[in-house]
Nanobody, 121 residues
Framework: QVQLVESGGGLVQPGGSLRLSCAAS????????MGWYRQAPGNQRELVAT???????NYADFVKGRFAISRENVKNTVYLQMNSLKPEDTAVYYC???????????????WGQGTQVSVSS
């Protein structure tokens, strides 16, 4: 099995910063894509940013220039540095990992438990 442990959420004022972390562990052979999604109350879960094992990055338009995704392949960890936060960034942020387990030829998708990010004065 694969476990994802997220950390770093919290309450911050508009214009502030937070850094989210997500560490993957378990019977991992390879992680292909790591990313962050978010879901605000009443809304569907939406992509925030993804990063591949080769370092290719994709951002949602609404975070370009404010958020930065990075990963440490050795630690199987992905980070999301969030700057210039806005009240509309308030949501539960979920870590997502797509990869291959040891002993299996198929890709898996795993989700973290979610971490609350609240932006309010």
């Amino acid at each position: 099995q694969v476990q994802l442990v997220e950390s770093g959420g919290g309450l911050v004022q508009p214009g502030g910063s937070l850094r989210l972390s997500c560490a993957a562990s378990g019977s991992l052979l390879k992680i292909n894509v790591m990313g962050w999604y978010r879901q605000a109350p009443g809304n569907q879960r939406e992509l925030v940013a993804t990063i591949t094992s080769g370092g290719n990055i994709n951002y949602a338009d609404f975070v370009k220039g404010r958020f930065a995704i990075s990963r440490e392949n050795v630690k199987n960890t992905v980070y999301l540095q969030m700057n210039s936060l806005k009240p509309e960034d308030t949501a539960v942020y979920y870590c997502h990992v797509r990869g291959v387990r040891r002993g299996s030829p198929f890709e898996f998708d795993a989700w973290g438990q979610g971490t609350q990010v609240s932006v309010s004065s």
